[in-house]
C-alpha cells in the first residue's frame, strides 16, 4: 500500500509558484498510481503529477493530491537496431542523456536543462532550435498512460492514435504518464560557434541563418542592436572550449546578478549593463565542441521570470521590430537580455505551439536578482499584445495570461483535444486552477 504523507511544500525552480498537497505520493510501480487514483476516486480529490518542478508557472500546482514521479525512473529498453529508448515517465534527461551515451545514441535536440522529467518535458511543449526539428514531444514514438479509471493506454502512431497526439502534449491532463518511448540518433558531437552580429543583420539574413546551421538560435540584447548568433552543428572534431569555466561563472553569475540588484534601485542603469555584458561575454566569439547534450544545455544562471510565445516563422522580424520601438517609446521599461530567439519545425500534435506551422520562439527574461522581484508588467503585458497580434502561441509551461477563449482561436484541434480529455478524465480528476483556465 502506497502511503502519501502530509505537509509537503511544493515549489518550482524559479520559486515563483508553490502549493501544500494535502498529500504527497512517491508511487514505484503502476500499480501503485493505481491505489493513488482509486483512493483520489474515493474521496473525490483531484491529482497533479509532478516531473522535474521545472515549470516557470502554476501547472503543476495542487492542493490536493500530488504524485512526484521520482522513483519511476527507470530505462526499460533499449532498441539499439531502432536507436529507440523507453524509459519510464519519471526519470531526468540527465540520466537518459547518460544512459543514451553509454550506448553510442543521443537525444537528437534538447532544451537548455536536463534536470526536468521524460513526462514533464513533452506535456508542456518543451522546444529547442533548429528548423528541421519539432518540439522534444516530436521525438516521442510511443507512451503508456493511465486514465482517471486506472486504465492503461498504449499509445502510438498506430495504437490509439488520436490519443497519441494529444498525449504527446498533455498538460498533465489526460492522466499519468508511465512510460514514454524517444526516437534517439547515433551519438554525435556538437561545434558550437558564436558570433556576434547586429538585429538589422539577422533579421534581413534570417534564411541564411537558417540554413547555414542545424541548431540555429540567436540572442538580442535588448535597448541596442546587438545580437549574439550561435550556430550548433555536428562534428567529428574532438571536445575542446577556448572559454574558462572559472571566468565564466564568475562573470556571467556573480558579477551579472549583483549589477542587475543594482539597477533595481537605478533602473536607467539597465541599457549599459546589457550593452556592457555583450562587449565582455559576446563580442569576440567563441567556437566549442562538446558531446551534444553538453552543447544544448547551457546554465540558465539564476531565478527568472518568462514569457516564450510561438509565432509563424515568416512573423520574426515584424514582432522582433515591434518590440524593440516599444522599448525605444517607452524608456521608463526596461528589459534584460537576452531576449532569446529560437526556431522549430511544424507538426501535428494537437495542442503543440507549432501544430502545423514552422515556429520562431521569441523568450523573454527578467531575472531575479538575489530572490528580488523586478518590475515587468508593462514589458510582459506589450510582449503579449506584440505575440497575439501576430498569431503566437504561449509555451504552455510559461507564464501567459490566455484562457479558453484564446486558445480556441489559436488551435484548430483544440475542441478535439477537449473531448479526448473529458473522455478520459470525465470528473475532472487531473484538473487545476491553471487548467481550469485552459479549459473552462
Ligand atoms: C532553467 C530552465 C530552463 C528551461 N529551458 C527550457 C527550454 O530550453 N525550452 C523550453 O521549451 N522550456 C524550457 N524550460 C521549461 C521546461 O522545459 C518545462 O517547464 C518542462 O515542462 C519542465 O519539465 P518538468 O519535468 O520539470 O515538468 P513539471 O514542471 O514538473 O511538469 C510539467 C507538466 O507535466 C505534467 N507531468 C509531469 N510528469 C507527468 C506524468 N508522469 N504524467 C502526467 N503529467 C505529468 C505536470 O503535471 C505539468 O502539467 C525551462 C525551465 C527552466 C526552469
Known amino acids: 500500500m502506497v502511503l502519501g504523507r502530509g505537509g509537503y511544500k511544493f515549489q518550482n525552480w524559479a520559486q515563483t509558484y508553490g502549493s501544500t498537497p494535502e498529500l504527497y505520493f512517491q508511487p514505484t510501480s503502476a500499480e501503485e498510481v493505481k ?3 482509486d483512493l483520489a476516486r474515493q474521496r473525490s480529490k483531484r491529482v497533479k503529477v509532478v516531473g522535474g518542478g521545472h515549470s516557470p508557472s502554476d501547472i503543476a500546482c495542487t492542493d490536493d493530491f500530488m504524485i512526484r514521479m521520482d522513483k519511476m525512473n527507470r530505462v526499460l529498453k533499449i532498441d539499439k537496431d531502432k536507436k529507440q529508448v523507453t524509459v519510464e515517465a519519471g526519470i531526468l534527461l540527465t540520466q537518459v542523456n547518460e544512459v ?5 545514441m543521443a537525444l537528437s535536440n534538447i532544451g537548455a536543462v536536463s534536470e526536468v522529467a521524460a513526462a514533464g518535458v513533452i506535456g508542456t511543449g518543451t ?3 533548429g528548423i528541421t526539428h519539432g518540439i522534444l514531444a516530436t521525438q516521442v514514438v510511443a507512451l503508456t498512460m493511465m486514465s482517471a479509471s486506472g486504465e492503461i493506454l498504449d499509445c502510438s502512431e498506430s495504437v490509439n492514435a488520436d490519443i497519441f497526439q494529444a498525449a504527446r502534449l498533455h498538460l498533465g491532463s489526460l492522466g499519468v504518464i508511465l512510460t514514454v518511448t524517444l526516437q534517439c540518433k547515433a551519438a554525435f558531437h556538437l561545434q558550437e560557434i558564436q558570433l556576434p552580429s547586429t538585429l538589422p543583420e539577422v533579421l534581413d539574413n534570417l534564411d541564411r541563418h537558417l540554413n547555414s546551421s542545424e541548431y540555429f538560435r540567436f540572442f538580442w540584447f535588448p535597448h541596442s542592436d546587438n545580437v549574439s548568433v550561435f550556430y550548433q552543428d555536428a562534428t567529428d572534431k574532438p571536445p575542446c572550449s577556448k572559454s574558462s569555466w572559472l571566468w565564466d561563472r564568475f562573470v556571467g553569475y556573480y558579477l551579472l546578478e549583483f549589477l542587475l540588484w543594482i539597477s533595481t534601485f537605478i533602473p536607467r542603469l539597465l541599457p549599459g549593463i546589457n550593452r556592457f555584458f555583450f562587449w565582455l561575454l559576446f563580442s569576440g566569439g567563441n567556437d566549442r565542441v562538446d558531446i551534444s547534450y553538453k552543447v544544448f544545455n547551457f546554465d540558465c544562471l539564476f531565478k527568472q521570470h518568462v514569457q516564450d510565445w510561438a509565432i509563424p516563422i515568416e512573423k520574426t522580424k515584424e514582432a522582433i521590430q515591434q518590440l524593440k ?5 517607452n524608456r521608463q521599461v526596461v ?6 530567439v529560437r526556431f522549430a519545425k511544424g507538426d501535428e500534435i494537437l495542442l503543440s ?19 528580488k522581484d523586478v518590475p515587468h508588467q508593462d514589458y510582459w503585458s506589450e510582449y503579449e499584445k506584440i505575440m497575439k497580434r501576430v498569431g503566437g502561441r504561449p509555451h504552455w509551461a510559461k507564464a501567459h495570461t490566455c484562457t479558453r477563449k ?5 488551435y484548430p484541434a483544440f475542441g478535439k483535444f477537449k473531448t479526448i480529455r473529458e473522455k478520459l478524465d470525465p470528473t475532472g480528476m487531473f484538473l487545476n486552477t491553471y487548467l481550469e483556465k485552459v479549459f473552462y
Not at 100 to 104: I, K, P, S
Not at 325 to 329: A, N
Not at 335 to 340: L, M, Q, R, S
Request: with cysteine.
Open 127 to 129: 522546444h529547442n532550435t
Open 335 to 340: 528589459a534584460h537580455f537576452p531576449v532569446e
Open 100 to 104: 543514451l551515451a553509454q550506448n553510442g
Open 35 to 37: 491505489e493513488i487514483l
Open 406 to 410: 484564446d486558445f480556441e482561436k489559436m
Open 353 to 371: 505551439p507549432c501544430y502545423q506551422r514552422d515556429s520562431c520562439y521569441m523568450n523573454i527574461i527578467m531575472y531575479r536578482p538575489y530572490g
Open 325 to 329: 520601438s516599444w522599448l525605444e517609446r
